[in-house]
């Protein structure tokens, strides 16, 4: 039995040799032993009554990994509007005194060069001054939004697309208090549109994703969050402008402003127009898409935009120690005679508490809600005065139509 055994063993180890020796292209094997050995290792052998186990091998399971995204959201959304944005090359003539110090205008006075003994060939001679800047398409008919600061003063104004066209554009309109800018482009399309989001839908910590032209580099995208709305251009002490607008530090460069800022899903939210410098460097600001989509239709059907103001002049509710924080409302400082807010019998001192019986937080609170109330809608305002509410109804008009006292 030991014997039979053995010997069993030894066969079997001799056929695996055998397999191993075909492997090798000068290994021989007799063909008539092939059988014999494909039935010793698929079915087993049997010898002197011992039965040798078949060699059963099991399938390595190969295991299955998730397979890694490739794709980002980042590339969907600029896919969406990316060849929507453009590059504004602006050029606008300006004359340069030859003296330094002296304005252009004094040297052009005969009367002026005579005295000094000026030749008359340092007369102020003339240069062109280039710029750029980006925008967006948001009409098929070649309409394009961007900042007022980018076309401002410009005599030639063309727009580079992102399929390599270069087309001349002319300004139809634009609005500096909101810095808001539409240009027309004058060839024949198609054009490539922008799709135009809510911005009253946005929340802190949403994706921004913030393209254009920094610095003259085309088709720039930085990526970053909303971490912050209505932003009033007072609190970065920016006077002359009537703007609420969105922060982000999605980087915004020279050359940015006036590009899209989109969100996750490609949809345009702001209209870059501001970048920090200095201490608290790294915050961006665009305007929220839905004031800037108004200003556009105001600009496109009249060449303007109206600003509803009811004449008054506002500061912040003073604290009652130096320590405690400061009051809501807004104060009224000033009252602009023949104005809506005089005639309304507004005056200096009221403290405005509360508007269309929505409360006031502060001075900032008040010209955005009046903002969008519009000119000639009926606002009713609640002011304190001498420790008593007043109750006085209100109609804005345009600011265009205020006579400054």
């Known amino acids: 039995m030991v014997t039979a055994l053995t010997w069993n063993v030894a066969f079997l180890g001799s056929a695996l040799r055998s397999v191993e020796a075909a492997d090798r292209p000068e290994a021989v094997v007799n063909s008539q032993s092939r059988p014999l050995v494909v039935s010793a290792l698929a079915g087993g052998l049997l010898v002197a009554g011992v ?168 088709s720039t995208v930085t990526l970053g969050i909303i971490s912050n709305l209505n932003r009033n251009v007072a609190q970065l002490g920016i006077s002359g402008k009537r703007l609420d607008l969105i922060q982000t530090d999605a980087a915004i460069n020279p050359g940015n402003s006036g590009g899209p800022l989109l969100n996750a899903d490609g949809e345009v939210i702001g209209i870059n127009t501001l970048v920090r410098s200095g201490p608290g ?28 103001v009811i004449g008054i002049r506002l500061s912040p509710v003073p604290r009652p120690t130096p320590t405690s924080p400061v009051p809501p409302g807004a104060v009224i400082r000033g009252v602009q005679p023949g104005g809506p807010a005089d005639r309304a019998g507004l005056k200096v001192d009221d403290v405005i508490t509360r508007l269309d019986g929505q409360a006031v937080a502060d001075p900032a609170a008040v010209v955005s809600s009046i903002e969008r109330r519009g000119v000639g809608a009926s606002i009713v305002l609640e002011v304190k005065r001498c420790q008593e509410l007043v109750t006085i109804d209100v109609k804005p008009v345009d600011l265009s139509a205020l006579t400054p006292g």
């Open 51 to 218: 039965s040798a186990l078949p060699l059963t091998v099991a399938p390595q399971q190969a295991e299955a990994r998730p397979a890694i995204r490739r794709d980002s959201f980042v590339a969907a959304a600029v896919k969406r509007s990316g060849p929507a944005v453009v590059t504004l090359e602006t050029a606008r003539t300006v004359n340069q005194s030859s003296v330094a110090g002296v304005p252009p205008a004094l040297m052009r006075d005969p009367l002026f060069r005579h005295f000094f003994g000026i030749p008359r060939s340092t007369a102020p001679r003339s240069r062109v001054q280039r710029g750029q800047g980006s925008g967006v398409i948001f009409d098929a008919k070649g309409l394009l939004l961007t900042n007022a600061h980018v076309v401002e003063g410009a005599d030639q104004l063309t727009v580079g697309l992102s399929d390599g066209r270069r087309v001349p554009a002319r300004v139809v309109g634009k609005d500096n208090l909101t810095d808001l800018a539409v240009v027309r482009l004058e060839a024949p399309g198609p054009w490539p549109v922008a799709d135009l989001g809510n911005s009253d839908r946005l929340s802190v910590g949403d994706w921004a994703i913030a393209v254009g032209n920094p610095y003259g580099l085309e």
């Open 281 to 308: 460097a790294g915050l961006g600001f665009a305007i929220p898409i839905n004031r800037a989509r108004t200003i556009a239709q105001q600009l496109v059907s009249s060449g303007k935009a109206r600003h509803p």
